[in-house]
């Protein structure tokens, strides 16, 4: 079993920068890749930034430039950068960790607050 837990969410005033973290326990061994997906209030949840393994990255083209995807495997924690915030970036973030065998399986993370004023 994987289990993930979201840290450093909070309150920034727009053009404010936060870093959260993402740390993982349990058999991460078996994690390919892992993910930040944001959820607003009416909207569905998206994907943000993805990392893999390998430290290959991927971003939604909303956040390009202005986020930064790391991970420490010593730790088994992912990072998500957030820099020259907007008010349109608030949401609840979830980090998601992914199993690929025979099948994908997601493990999620409870959620962190971001909310950026204006």
């Known amino acids: 079993q994987v289990h993930v837990v979201e840290a450093g969410g909070g309150v920034v005033q727009a053009g404010g920068s936060l870093r959260l973290s993402c740390a993982g326990s349990?058999?991460?061994?078996?994690?390919?890749?892992m993910d930040w997906d944001r959820q607003a209030p009416g909207k569905q949840r998206e994907l943000v930034a993805a990392i893999t393994s390998s430290g290959s990255t991927n971003y939604a083209d909303s956040v390009k430039g202005r986020f930064t995807i790391s991970r420490d495997n010593a730790k088994n924690t992912v990072y998500l950068q957030m820099n020259s915030l907007k008010p349109e970036d608030t949401a609840v973030y979830y980090c998601r960790a992914t199993e690929t065998t025979l099948i994908k399986s997601y493990y999620w993370g409870q959620g962190t607050q971001v909310t950026v004023s204006s």
């Open positions: 349990g058999s991460m061994f078996r994690i390919n890749a």
